[in-house]
């Protein structure tokens, strides 16, 4: 199934363009996708793009399947060949051992693995092949000749094979698709061609005694002579005769699988990815394959080792294509059968050089102009590489006939030739020259080396270049030594037949006056081979079975079982054929891939569309047709991915790379909450992990200037869990996001799905953290940078953890990570700029962390960004109780908006603020749920009031927090009053829950008597109660001998102290507030706010910074005052004394004051970082009640990691067992019921052993 897509009407011709003519050729088609958009699993994954994955893909994607091809070269279209030395040598990779039958010698693996050209040293025999989209098509010499019949009657071709014509309809599907024809006659005829011709008498009279009947013709070639579009729809060029084909040709006449099989796949919705090479296969625990890839994109190779060991994979439901070539495939396969795929012990044996030889008639008589040119003169054209054969197959024995094809030698070599040629041994020259003939030969070799490779009366433009195919033994076996593949050509030779066959070249040079010369490494390395046409190493099997071969006659894998094989895992290369072909084998290699593929689809019910033409191609725009949605689960994260691309690709943005290794421990399991714990915990159950990731950002300004802009992250992550490796595909990379948990702090976060090869999807969420806590220090920087919190969470099921821990870079991976940086632009200015402005963005954000102390002081806003984003709800009502001085304050109401806790009553809970602070620390706008939320939720009227040392205006008229307990009084008098006019009965106790200054004045109240005690259902102290004990810090501020609050004064003129301060404000605030920068904070609170500052100058520290939000420390000017220097003064002497005392200094704590608390219940809460009052002033508050009321009814709990004001104005406060949650406890305890029980016991005065209660964000763990 598959529809058409609405791709743009194309205007005019499409064109393959090409370098040399197109002015504007710096741009080239790209039909490849970039990898980020791999999907995980396809109908069909074929792999490599030469002749039979082209086949297959094309024929697959034509049959309605989804399909994926992946291709270990680049993508390269005619103008982006190299063409000199210099840019060729940049695409060489040479493998192999050349004593690859020595155990202890270990394989080379050089050079470039994506370039174009791959050299394979053998033993015996090395092999060149190409490495590309397009395979050795784009580097081939395009002659397209059938098998022989001689030849496919050989023993090794199953039966169905042997009868004559079987193969043809392959064969004429395949010259459907790429047009061969002949060397034109109109065309000037190459003098290389012409030598050739002229040459087939002499092999005639030299092969006489051997019945020779050999036949020169031009050859079929994969080469277009006239402009026009090919059977595909891809518009071609006429050849421009410069016999560069084997370098690959840039003129856009060569007729490769690029432009013919692959634009076709692509046409018809195939989706191709380069740079992936295909390690390994394995069976998928469902339906299909798993095929491994290493992607060398994306500078992946700065980690080597990671790159062929943490590979990534894509599921391949139907079939597998093996079209890696002769070579590859056949390496692919012997991993996977060394990694537990069972396979037939033929795997990697019965391989052939297809008896070629190269060989040189240097220096002859004649101009052969056998030097590849960009630029040939047209009268007197190189030509393509090949144009003509003198053919000797027909004999009596197959195995003795053989072709000789002429050959060019590409510009990018000719250079080199010339001294190579001449230091080669084993030159056979010409007999009997004379003396000036030997005079006028050694002046031509100079004219060369002087003049260059093209002057005519030079020796190298006098070089014949033979090739010859045949057949050898087919002999030859590929292993792998140390995971890397090795080649033996044992017997390569026959060696009498080839003894023969270099006997006759010589003789056809030196009649011609030539020095015959070997190829370089037959004369240089032990009379080596070199062959262009590898093939078998999977043949197919004569007779089906797992002992004649590794496939069946259609390339089906065989398991090694009898005749079984793996369904749908299909070879369809040059490592198929079961014998040298003796003759150039592509013609046949797409034969039998066109057969394979045929069969297969058959098999599975699947029709090919092979008759419906495709209309002009344009490989820059898109293709005409996609895959049904219904193939794809996973549609709208590839659109949404390919828009971000191609939005990217369109506007020439420049883009970002850099690749990233992490490893670490990750428990698996629920249970443990915090990271350090579950990393050391995956320690030591050795739970290691790692992930191997790539980011890429295609905008990197926006990814630098925007916060919602992310990079794509693309990978693996592996663990010990079922279904590691996990493939990372389109994952978020935030860089330095603002972290709205925590002030001051940006975050690197890592953040995607990732599916396991069981078909499972686990959440990864990993967090870097970098805030102000680095400042100043390269090691915590470090640490900050190089450490990722992990969560793995199950999308499916809500989000459950799975596990927990933590990764971290090494510095050697941290120096690779380094040099896989790069910057992407179309020039190299552009590159230039992206590659400044990252690395600027990046060092900026450390910075800012790493100087915090000196950057820039955070100002209050008038504007609040996303004010008000959980839609509050308002108080029901505001109250004015007025205190028996008269003053008045403000009281706020909340209906309950949970259920009644007994059903018709409703129960009051007064909240009272502490200084400087109104109701808003139980209101707070800016967390999800607050302590109004959560208590009103609990069915629970609520109040709160703003006293007169709070955030009013009263606060200015210097009064104590020992006048405030009028306030509080007032308060409670006015909630009484409204439960009488509710209920017309005497009003309910009422439960308080006070903080700080408020929880003193409560105290004061209910000493002295102003708050009676019977007015209390329970109270909830936070922090502080009777005995205010300062911090060592704010003791010795406390303690000087003159006193801070005497020095603002005169220093400011003011008697009040504004915790917030503004631009406008006078110097004196300005110069304070610079100074305050450097109030010993601690390294773990540096910030820049303002108004935090100041309010740790008044009171100390009011939070752990790591418990605010950034809304709410972005914001604290909307919920702090100030205070008057009369109130600090009382607070300050209160300090100083340890415990309560009234305005003029009296002390409230004696026996008949306390006296008045007996029969309240009191919980006691406080932060164990507590930076206001020392945490332990809660335990003589505690401990003192105990001692006069025995111990029940009292409890005290500690919150870990929580500071003063954080116990309320947190988001951990509404978590399971947070603040919230054990404060409620207390109040749903039935204190009625307590309070009557605890005065009828109140003389029964018990000690026992009480329980004190630490409580952590998820947890309470008793101590
Ligand atoms: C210089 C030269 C001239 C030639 N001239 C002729 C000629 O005129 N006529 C003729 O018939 N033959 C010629 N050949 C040979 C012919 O081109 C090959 O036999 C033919 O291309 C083989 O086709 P294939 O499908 O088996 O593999 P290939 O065309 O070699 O394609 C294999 C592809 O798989 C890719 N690959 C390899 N390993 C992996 C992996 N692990 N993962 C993913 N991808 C992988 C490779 O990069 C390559 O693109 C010539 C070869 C050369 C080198």
């Known amino acids: 199934m598959r529809s058409k897509t609405n791709s743009a009407k194309i205007e005019g011709e499409p064109r393959a363009r090409t370098f040399s003519r197109d002015a504007n050729g710096s741009s080239f088609p790209r039909i490849g996708r970039p990898v980020e958009l791999l999907r995980h699993s396809y109908d069909v994954v074929v792999i490599g793009s030469g002749y039979g994955g082209g086949v297959a893909a094309s024929r697959m994607a034509r049959g309605g399947q989804s399909v994926c091809l992946l291709e270990r070269g680049k993508e390269r279209w005619p103008g982006e060949f190299p063409t000199s030395f210099k840019d060729a040598a940049t695409q060489i990779h040479v493998t192999g051992d050349e004593n690859a039958s020595d155990e202890r010698s270990v394989p080379i693996d050089r050079g470039n693995p ?104 031009r050859v079929p070639q994969t080469t277009k002579f006239a402009d026009g579009r090919n059977s595909t729809g891809i518009e071609m060029k006429a050849s421009t005769l410069t016999g560069q084909d084997s370098t690959g040709i840039n003129d856009g006449s060569k007729t490769t699988t690029l432009v013919t099989y692959l634009a076709d796949a692509w046409n018809w919705g195939a989706e191709i990815f380069c740079e992936c090479e295909v390690r390994l296969i394995k069976k998928h625990p469902k339906e299909g394959y798993l095929v491994f890839f290493a992607w060398h994109g994306s500078r992946r190779d700065a980690f080597k080792e990671e790159m062929l060991h943490d590979l990534m994979w894509v599921h391949a439901k139907k079939f597998v294509f093996l079209g890696a070539g002769t070579l590859g495939t056949t390496e692919i396969m012997l991993r996977s059968k060394e990694r537990g795929l069972p396979l037939s012990d033929r795997v990697g044996q019965d391989m052939s050089g297809n008896g070629d030889l190269l060989a040189f008639g240097y220096n002859t008589n004649a101009e052969v102009n056998a030097m590849g040119h960009e630029d040939p003169n047209p009268d007197n054209p190189v030509g393509p590489t090949i144009t003509g054969v003198i053919d000797c197959r027909e004999q009596e024995n197959p195995l003795d006939g053989f072709v000789i094809e002429e050959g060019a030698v590409p510009r990018a070599l000719t250079h080199l030739l010339q001294p190579l040629l001449l230091s080669l041994p084993g030159k056979i020259f010409p007999p009997s020259l004379t003396a000036v003939e030997k005079q006028q030969q050694k002046l031509a070799a100079w004219k060369s080396t002087l003049l260059g490779p093209y002057h005519a009366q030079g020796s190298l433009a006098r070089t014949q270049v033979y090739l010859i195919m045949s057949h050898d033994a087919n002999q030859a076996r590929m292993t792998l030594k140390h995971n890397k593949p090795a080649l033996e050509f044992l017997g390569v030779g026959r060696q009498k037949h080839l003894e023969k066959l270099n006997d006759l070249m ?327 700029r992206t590659a400044a402005s990252f690395l600027q963005y990046f060092t900026s954000q450390v910075a800012t962390s790493f100087l915090a102390p000196l950057t820039s002081l955070q100002w209050p806003t008038l504007q609040y960004p996303g004010e008000d984003p959980y839609k509050k709800i308002p108080p029901s009502k505001t109250f004015s109780p007025q205190a028996i001085d008269g003053e008045v304050t403000l009281m706020k109401m909340w209906e309950p908006t949970g259920g009644l806790r007994d059903g018709e009553k409703v129960h009051d809970i007064l909240f009272v603020p502490g200084a400087a602070v109104d109701h808003q620390i139980y209101a707070l706008p800016t967390i999800k749920k607050n302590a109004i939320d959560y208590f009103t939720a609990a069915g629970y009227r609520c109040w709160s009031n703003t006293h007169r040392v709070g955030k009013t205006p009263l606060a200015h008229k210097h009064f104590t927090v020992y006048d405030a307990r009028l306030d509080i009084a007032a308060a409670l008098s006015t909630i009484r009053l409204a439960q009488e006019q509710q209920y017309g009965s005497a009003p309910e106790p009422i439960y308080v829950v006070a903080h700080c200054a408020g929880s003193i004045a409560l105290s ?211 978590v399971k067992n947070g603040v919230f949650d054990v404060v409620r406890r207390k109040i749903d305890e039935g204190f009625d019921r307590f309070m009557s029980r605890s005065r009828k016991n109140s003389r029964r005065k018990t000690v026992g052993n009480s329980m004190t209660t630490v409580v952590n964000g998820n947890g309470i763990r008793r101590v």
């Open 506 to 832: 010589s003789k056809m040079t030196n009649s011609s006056g030539g020095t015959f010369i070997q190829n370089p490494f037959y004369a240089d390395f032990n009379q080596q081979e070199i062959t262009v046409h590898p093939v078998g190493g999977m043949s197919m099997s004569v007779d089906g079975t797992p002992e004649e071969g590794a496939t069946t006659q259609f390339g089906e894998v065989l398991t090694g079982k009898g005749k079984e094989i793996y369904e749908g895992l299909i070879v369809v290369d040059g490592a198929l054929v079961p014998t040298a072909l003796g003759v150039n084998p592509f013609a046949t290699i797409t034969a039998l891939a066109e057969r394979s593929v045929a069969a297969a689809a058959r098999k599975k019910g699947i029709t090919i569309d092979y008759d419906t033409v495709n209309g002009p191609i344009d490989p820059y725009g898109n293709p005409t047709y996609v895959p049904s949605p219904d193939h794809f689960d996973d549609l709208a994260a590839i659109k949404k991915a390919e828009a971000e691309i191609d939005e990217a690709r369109a506007a020439g943005k420049a883009g970002t790379i850099f690749t990233e290794v992490m490893k670490g421990y990750i428990h698996i399991g629920d249970e443990i909450d915090d990271f350090e714990v579950a990393f050391d915990q995956a320690r030591s159950e050795t739970a290691d992990a790692h992930f191997y990731l790539s980011v890429h950002a295609w905008d990197t300004n926006e990814l630098v200037s925007r916060a919602d802009h992310q990079a794509m992250l693309t990978g693996t992550f592996s663990n010990g869990m079922e279904g590691s490796p996990f493939m990372v595909s389109r994952g978020d990379f935030h860089l330095f996001n603002e972290d709205h948990h925590a002030p001051d702090q940006t975050n690197l976060t890592y953040d995607f799905d990732m599916i396991g090869t069981n078909d499972e999807v686990i959440h990864f969420n990993g967090i870097k953290v970098v805030n102000p806590t680095v400042a100043f220090s390269i090691s915590r920087t470090w640490q900050a940078t190089s450490s990722l919190y992990v969560t793995l969470s199950r999308p499916e099921d809500n989000h459950s953890i799975v596990g927990k821990g933590i990764l971290h870079i090494g510095w050697h991976d941290f120096g690779r990570e380094l040099s896989s940086f790069d910057a992407l632009g179309h020039n190299f200015r552009l590159r230039l």
């Open 1004 to 1214: 004061m109240g209910l000493l002295d008597g102003t708050i009676p005690a019977s007015w209390l259902r329970g109270v909830t102290a936070s922090n502080v109660f009777m005995f205010p004990r300062y911090t060592p810090l704010n003791k010795w501020k406390a303690s000087l001998p003159v006193h801070l609050t005497d020095i603002y004064r005169r220093f400011t003129g003011s008697k009040w102290f504004d915790c917030t301060s503004k631009k406008s404000d006078a110097y004196t605030q300005h110069l304070l507030n610079q100074l305050l920068r450097f109030y010993p904070a601690g390294w773990n609170e540096l910030c820049t706010s303002v108004a935090c500052h100041r309010s740790e100058l008044a009171f100390g520290r009011l939070w752990s910074h790591d418990r605010l939000n950034r809304a709410t420390h972005d914001q604290l000017d909307r919920f702090l005052g100030g205070c008057s220097m009369t109130c600090l003064d009382h607070l300050v002497q209160m300090g100083l004394h340890g415990k309560v005392i009234d305005s003029d200094g009296c002390d409230l704590l004696d026996e008949d004051h306390l006296q008045k608390l007996q029969g309240l219940p009191i919980q006691l809460i406080y932060g164990t970082e507590n930076a206001v009052f020392d945490p332990s002033c809660t335990l003589w508050d505690y401990e003192r009640l105990r001692q006069k009321f025995g111990e029940q009814g009292y409890s005290r709990e500690a919150f870990k990691g929580h500071g003063h004001l954080d116990c309320w104005m947190s988001e951990t406060a509404a």
């Open 114 to 217: 994506t370039g174009l050209y791959h050299l394979m040293i053998g033993e015996g025999q090395n092999a060149f092949v190409g490495n590309g989209l397009g395979g050795t098509s784009l580097l081939n010499a395009n002659v397209f000749l059938r098998a022989d019949k001689g030849t496919m009657e050989k023993d090794e071709w199953p039966e169905e094979l042997t009868q004559e014509g079987a193969l043809d309809p392959y064969y004429d599907r395949a010259e459907k698709m790429l047009e061969p024809e002949t060397y034109p006659e109109n065309l000037p005829e190459p003098l290389k061609l012409k030598l050739l011709r002229e040459q087939t008498d002499l092999v005639r009279k030299y092969g006489r005694k051997e019945g020779w009947d050999p036949k020169f013709y």
